[in-house]
């Protein structure tokens, strides 16, 4: 909520919050949506509808698609559930049917870029198979949005899906080259400029200003927390 209103509060006009809400943020989101001309949000429950209903507000929605993270959405064989709530958002008086929204995040844990692209491709074909089932109900569906970074960058047949969500798919990072998302560290646009704060030649170290805040806290799988560019021999320690 806290990028949504960074966002709305400087001028963007179409935004999507990546998660189903919760009822404290009922209040908010009305307000934004007198502000952002499109705001679009994720529901995968018929009382999300009912909420966004009991406001002044004004919505497009997604139904959120579980297509193998199993974090959040219906899954996406269960064909019933999503066209009672597809019907149930047409229906609604205050909220437009967006389109079909799912996250890949298991395409992070693949041993190999081969079952990155298998993860992907499942995707894929399960989001087409939705749509499908909608448009033989009689429910047009506008847009159907894939994501995942891994999924995305390795993966060149997107039949069918007309909207990537790829969050570091702009910028990279060496997470992502060990994935194997990009070659290799010259295609991370995002880098931090830190101080030297002093130097420790006994034990071959240097103290600097970035520390976990700005580098993270959490190495995603790597065996330390950053290289220092044009210097392989260098690396964040602590």
Known sequence: MAELKFFADNGFQDITLGIPFGTHQLNDLAAYSQKVRNLNLLVDLEEHVSLLEGTKGHYNLFIKIDTGYHRAGIDASDFDSIIKLATRITQSPNCHFLGLYSHAGHSYDQP???????????????????????????????????????????????????????????CYDRMQVAIGSCASERNNAARLLMRVLSVYPSRNTILTDGGGIPLSKDKGGLENWGSVRDHPELFVAK
């Open 112 to 170: 190999s870029i081969d079952d990155v692209i298998r993860v992907a491709r499942e995707e894929r074909d399960a989001m087409a198979r939705v749509r499908s089932a909608l448009e033989e109900n009689g429910i047009a569906v506008p847009i159907v949005s894939c994501g995942s970074t891994p999924a995305c960058s390795l993966n060149e047949d997107w039949t069918g899906v007309n909207e990537i969500h790829a969050g570091n798919y702009c």
